[in-house]
Nanobody, 127 residues
Framework: QVQLVESGGGLVQAGGSLRLSCADS????????MGWFRQAPGEEREFVAG????????AYVDSVKGRFTISRDNAANTVYLQMNSLKPEDTAVYYC????????????????????WGQGTQVTVSS
């Protein structure tokens, strides 16, 4: 059973950094592609970043490329999202999830390919 818990959110000024963590208490973490998503008030949940099961490949939405870095530690059953040069438009609730459809080696950008969502962690960037 996969259970994801996000942490690391908070309030930061524009230009600052945060590191989000997503820990899985289950036993199958290392098999899956993992994704980070975010949802701002009144907006749809959107893909932010994804990483393959062995960490060998990553993908990012264009708006965060060069600023965010996704990584994982399979021994610790944890995936991370390092967020630098934060902007007010990055303000959202951030979620991690497991990719359960769409292939085992292709990172999908659609929420419909992901399950086992965590509860989310709030990131607020002030201007």
């Amino acid at each position: 059973q996969v259970q994801l818990v996000e942490s690391g959110g908070g309030l930061v000024q524009a230009g600052g950094s945060l590191r989000l963590s997503c820990a899985d208490s289950g036993q199958t973490f290392s098999r899956y592609i993992m994704g980070w998503f975010r949802q701002a008030p009144g907006e749809e949940r959107e893909f932010v970043a994804g990483i393959t099961s062995n960490g060998g490949a990553t993908a990012y939405v264009d708006s965060v490329k060069g600023r965010f870095t996704i990584s994982r530690d399979n021994a610790a059953n944890t995936v991370y999202l390092q967020m630098n040069s934060l902007k007010p438009e990055d303000t959202a609730v951030y979620y991690c999830a497991v990719q359960t459809s769409g292939g085992i080696s292709i990172i999908n950008f659609s929420v419909y390919n992901y399950n086992y969502w965590g509860q989310g962690t709030q990131v607020t960037v002030s201007s």
